[in-house]
């Protein structure tokens, strides 16, 4: 599917929006768990990806993904900066310029290969890998209205990361204390890719 | 090798950064080049690569650096760093897993002493043992 620059541009906002029009509510999930900031941290780097929007959707879709990483990379803060900025990163590596749902399904493997080795983590520790792998895993599915399983997907999964203890980051913490409260990465995945599937 | 291995602090507070800096310079003189950092990029509690890069480009040192930070962010924006330095760099920084204020004074004492930068990181790390 070719993704031209109009589209890129579509995706990118429908995103960022999203955060930012979610920063309290993420702030709030972390404020239980965490630091406090992540739903500040990730707006204020969705708000550097737009603000430089011109430069990085006129980039072919690898060059724009890499853009958009390294802008979360500089400016988010907190540790989900080089997390989410990996992810991004890495799929600009990863995705042809015109990728089907095969190449994306790919990409992503590789993407979320490169989360865990930055945070040191894996699926069950209630993070964002949380929300991301089984993502990844409907998203390799041939079946029908992919468009409109992976934002149902992404939300289960995230809701799921409720009732786990938290192993990485600030929350690991609190031990058991965490367990109760939903991951607000895991949740920031849910709510990109619903709005990625929905623009 | 030449001269000493650098210091780099990193914290979510500037305040914090500031403070664990002068109470390295307390301890040892200019012969150890000492940088520190603190505060998200544009204000607030957090850490900013741009800044991390920054103090390690002012703390370098034929030697190396080594990375002192607080909490879990500050690690991961400086391993972050650290991947986006030159290759010939990358290799010579070390983050030390150690307390913050403790670790950077123990890490600087061992640097003006001439410890090499593994030396420098175990002398930190073993405040954590």
Known sequence: ?199 | MSGRVGIVIVSHSADVARGAADMVRQMVGPEVKLAHCGGAPGGGLGTDVAAILAAIGAAWSAAGVAILFDLGGAETNSEMAIELLPAERRGRVAICRAPVVEGAVIASVEAAGGATLAEVRAAAEALSA
């Open chain 1, 1 to 199: 599917m070719p993704i031209e620059e109009a589209l890129r541009r579509r995706l990118i906002r429908a995103a960022a929006d999203s955060i930012i029009a979610h920063a309290a509510e993420l702030t709030a999930l972390d404020q239980a768990i965490g630091d406090g900031d992540h739903g500040l941290n990730m707006a204020r780097g969705c708000t550097a990806v737009l603000d430089d929007l011109d430069r990085i959707a006129a980039l072919p879709l690898p060059g724009a993904l890499h853009a958009i990483g390294m802008t979360l990379v500089m400016k988010v803060g907190g540790a989900s900066g080089p997390l989410f900025g990996t992810l991004f990163m890495q799929l600009g590596r990863s995705l042809p310029e015109t990728p089907d749902r095969a190449a994306a399904a790919a990409a992503l493997a590789e993407a979320i290969a490169a989360v865990k080795a930055r945070g040191r983590s894996d699926v069950g520790s209630k993070t964002m890998l949380d929300a991301l792998v089984p993502v990844q895993e409907a998203l390799g599915d041939p079946g029908p209205d992919w468009r409109t399983r992976l934002p149902t997907v992404a939300d289960a999964a995230a809701a799921a990361t409720a009732p786990m203890p938290a192993r990485r980051g600030r929350a690991a913490y609190l031990g058991a204390r965490s367990i109760g409260h939903v991951d607000p990465g895991a949740r920031t995945v849910a709510l990109i890719v619903r709005a990625l599937c929905e623009a």
